[in-house]
């Protein structure tokens, strides 16, 4: 079931990155993250509640999944997706492949786990085949002056994604399921969205075209129902330091869209690269169909 639920993660977010370049163009970037999880929400909730699966929730739940909606599914994308706006997606997949060890040392700073040094074996293999792959273009400056903007914003966004994780695996500690907690994450999250639309002024702009509503589709239903739920039971079953390298293997994904549709030519270096992250994923998840929840994860005193 683990490797299930990571290979489903893999492929759907592998693939979200493009599907954002898409959204770029006339409609701001704060309206089309609102268009994003307001859909998904609105498909979500209602889903729930008439299968009856939404769980009910204590009112401190609440204060914590609105904390999860603000870091998963607002604040973060709207830095990812400026980010993109200066550097090509596939590069702030790259970035976003760090949340293994943004999650390593929060759960460190939030949950007093450990470290592995299986962990860090793994991480530092993934984000050298990562290198391995970009850093020849970031150093020819192929991106232009403005890449260094595009890099801080993925890695706000992937500081945001992470403290996202940690308050997750709170409230799944607290018994409030990832679907639920995702339903109203991303409701809580349109919600702000809307309110900075109001308070910045940004014009809310109908979709342009019909592959704007197909990206929109796209990372509304796969990307967010479906990638974040299977992401999140990923952290509730094995924790959030092996879930998050499942961001190192999103590049490799983005590597073959951007091989078909963006003129990606593979060479010695792509294969190198590959080979590094691949190695890594091997090392992280030998043994992934006996992998438990650790005494550690499940004992560990969370607030609430």
């Known amino acids: 079931m683990n490797l299930f639920l990571y290979a489903v993660t893999v492929l759907v977010w592998g693939t979200t990155w493009f599907a954002i370049a898409l959204q770029l163009g006339p409609v701001p970037v704060l309206t089309s993250i609102f268009y994003r999880f307001a859909l998904a929400a609105g498909l979500l909730l209602p889903v729930l509640a008439a299968t009856r699966r939404l769980t009910p929730m204590r009112r401190r739940d609440h204060a914590f999944v609105l904390l999860q909606g603000l870091c998963l599914f607002s604040l973060n994308f709207v830095c990812f997706y400026n980010a993109t706006r200066f550097v090509p997606s596939g590069l702030v997949s790259v970035v976003f492949s760090l949340a293994t060890l943004y999650n390593a040392v929060a ?54 994604f992470s403290l996202g994780n940690m308050v997750s695996r709170r409230n799944s500690a607290a018994g409030v399921p990832p679907l639920t907690a995702n339903a109203w994450g991303m409701t809580w999250g349109s919600l702000v969205l809307l309110a900075l639309i109001a308070v910045t002024g940004t014009p809310i702009v109908a979709p342009p075209d019909g592959r704007y509503l197909a990206a929109l589709a796209w990372l509304s239903i796969a990307g967010s129902v479906v990638g974040f739920t299977t992401y999140l039971m990923l952290v509730a079953r094995i ?8 961001t190192v293997m999103f590049p490799v994904v983005a590597l073959v869209l951007s091989a078909l549709y963006e003129g990606y030519v593979w060479d010695a270096r792509t294969f190198v690269g590959l080979g590094l992250t691949m190695l890594g994923n091997l090392v992280i998840f030998v043994g992934l169909p006996r992998l438990r929840r650790s005494p550690r994860e499940s004992e560990t005193p969370v607030a609430r």
């Open 107 to 160: 759960a460190r700073i939030f949950f007093r786990e450990p470290i592995a040094p299986r962990t860090l074996l793994a991480a530092a293999l993934g984000v050298g085949g990562l290198t391995v792959l970009f850093a020849p273009a970031i150093e020819g400056g192929a991106y232009g002056s403005d890449a260094p903007k595009g890099l801080a914003l993925a890695a706000l966004g992937t500081l945001f």
């Open 239 to 246: 924790g959030s330091g092996r879930a998050a390298y499942a």
